[in-house]
């Protein structure tokens, strides 16, 4: 039976380094399926499709299908696992406080969605900036 992994800034840096491993069986075992939720915001949806093309020409055993999205409420739905790693980076002038605001206001929209939407055993990971 495939588990549900959602990962958070699926395009970006460190969800594209999270994303091979996870289908390839490295985070949850070489025996086990998944089916990965790919949240994006919308102008790296296009960047997205690209993310999702390279993993079916991997042609992973293990990956069972791919969810791609902007909503997090359908990102999150049913999901076991959680890796929100998407977040704001720091640019020039901002001070870490508002680098704190801008991502919690983030983290706390997914957290609703999770609380609302995902598996009731959910394991969730949270990194981002400062």
């Given at each position: 039976?495939?588990?549900?992994?959602?990962?958070?800034?699926?395009?970006?840096?460190?969800?594209?380094?999270?994303?091979?491993?996870?289908a390839?069986?490295?985070?949850?075992?070489?025996?086990?399926?998944?089916?990965?939720?790919?949240?994006?915001?919308?102008?790296?949806?296009?960047?997205?499709?690209?993310?999702?093309?390279?993993?079916?020409?991997?042609?992973?055993?293990?990956?069972?299908?791919?969810?791609?999205?902007?909503?997090?409420?359908?990102?999150?739905?049913?999901?076991?696992?959680?890796?929100?790693?998407?977040?704001?980076?720091?640019?020039?002038?901002?001070?870490?406080?508002?680098?704190?605001?801008?991502?919690?206001?983030?983290?706390?929209g997914?957290?609703?969605?999770?609380?609302?939407?995902?598996?009731?055993?959910?394991?969730?990971?949270?990194?981002?900036?400062?």
């Amino acid at each position: 039976e495939p588990v549900r992994v959602v990962v958070t800034g699926a395009a970006g840096a460190i969800g594209y380094s999270l994303i091979f491993r996870i289908a390839s069986g490295m985070m949850l075992g070489p025996h086990q399926p998944v089916i990965l939720h790919l949240l994006e915001i919308e102008p790296a949806l296009k960047a997205l499709e690209g993310v999702v093309m390279e993993l079916k020409d991997c042609a992973f055993p293990l990956l069972a299908g791919v969810v791609t999205t902007a909503d997090s409420d359908k990102a999150f739905d049913g999901v076991e696992y959680a890796l929100l790693v998407g977040s704001k980076p720091r640019t020039k002038g901002m001070e870490r406080g508002d680098l704190l605001n801008e991502n919690g206001k983030i983290f706390v929209g997914q957290g609703r969605s999770l609380n609302k939407f995902a598996n009731r055993n959910v394991k969730v990971v949270v990194v981002g900036n400062p």
